[in-house]
């Protein structure tokens, strides 16, 4: 990234002096030029103002100030006195360009922001971490639910459930902030469920824990490591999107499919509430609901 933008600063540099050189050598004698434009500026927080900073020019002989305020614009034309404002925690690399009748000059300063602006922090950023994030089902009682409200509880795993459906409280979800992808990683194993007392959907091995491979061909997508798009709608609802791709149980589709048959394109999950080390989600199919809470590794 340094290497290009430090590319991106020579081309700018050549174009602002060819420019430069045109303007002046038609309207002035270089005799009159004055001194050469020196480039300094001071970043101060701005008091009562969550991660936002004065960018204040102490340049000598400028008349133009153009700011590079790492926020993905590049150069833009701003005042002697600006602002700039970072939502996220991190280092930053702001650079200003000054010009002067007798030339440009640049400076730079690396501003390190050293928290997240809380009120910028969205269900995106905590999933991802915003960078990328590890979870998994949370290891206790309770992190699979079903119910028709939350005060009522049709079935929900136990302590004894963490031994018996270990191929399923071992898999990890990998939420990536680039590409807004997410990375299943079976561990090499899949848990068979049951639907009505019966191993779902029809072809399924027995109820329990398998390989993969023993897994029918017809439903490897659901036990197949791989990694899928999402979505954060709303900053309540959250899609994983590619055959295949869930959270929770396989079986438990986007309402009202409440057991799947086969792999579905995509799973639309509810948002029931998320921190950084904390999320649980839901399937709300009117009649009653899947809930599912995830840990952050």
């Known amino acids: 990234m340094r290497k290009l933008i430090d590319k991106q600063s020579y081309i700018y540099i050549l174009v602002v002096i060819f420019s430069s050189i045109l303007f002046f050598s038609c309207k002035y004698d270089v005799r009159d030029l004055g001194a050469k434009p020196t480039a300094s500026f001071t970043v101060t927080p701005i008091a009562g103002q969550t991660n936002k900073f004065l960018l204040t020019s102490t340049s000598q002989n400028a008349f133009r100030y153009d700011w590079d305020k790492a926020t993905g614009t590049g150069y833009v034309q701003g005042k002697q006195i600006d602002t700039v404002y970072f939502p996220d925690r991190g280092d930053y690399l702001v650079r200003l360009f000054v010009f002067g009748h007798n030339g440009i000059d640049s400076a730079k300063q690396t501003v390190n922001v050293a928290a997240d602006d809380p009120a910028a922090i969205t269900p995106f950023k ?18 699979l639910w079903i ?4 005060a009522t509880t049709w079935w929900a795993n136990g302590t004894g459930e963490l031994t018996t459906r270990s191929c399923l409280f071992n898999d990890e979800y990998t939420f990536t902030k680039a590409g807004s992808t997410v990375t299943y990683d079976s ?61 929770g149980l396989y079986k438990a589709g986007t309402p009202p499919d409440a057991a799947l048959p086969a792999p579905a394109a995509s799973v639309t999950y509810d948002i029931v509430s998320i921190s950084a080390t ?9 009649w009653g ?9």
């Not at 905590?126 to 992190?143: F, H, I, M, Y």
């Not at 119910?147 to 939350?150: K, N, Q, T």
């Open 187 to 247: 561990k090499g194993d899949f848990y068979v469920d049951e639907e009505g007392g019966n191993p779902h959907p029809a072809g399924m091995p027995a109820v329990g824990c398998y390989s993969n491979g023993a897994i029918p061909s017809q439903f490897q997508a659901w036990a197949n490591n791989g990694t899928f798009a999402f979505e954060v709608i709303g900053n309540n609802k959250l899609k994983v999107t590619g055959t295949g791709a869930h959270l």
């Open 278 to 286: 904390r999320l649980v989600l839901r399937l709300d199919y009117g």
């Open 147 to 150: 119910g028709p409200d939350p």
């Open 289 to 297: 609901a899947w809930r599912f809470t995830y840990v952050a590794l």
């Open 126 to 143: 905590l999933l991802t971490g915003n960078s990328t994030r590890k979870w998994k089902l949370a290891p206790e009682p309770g992190a």
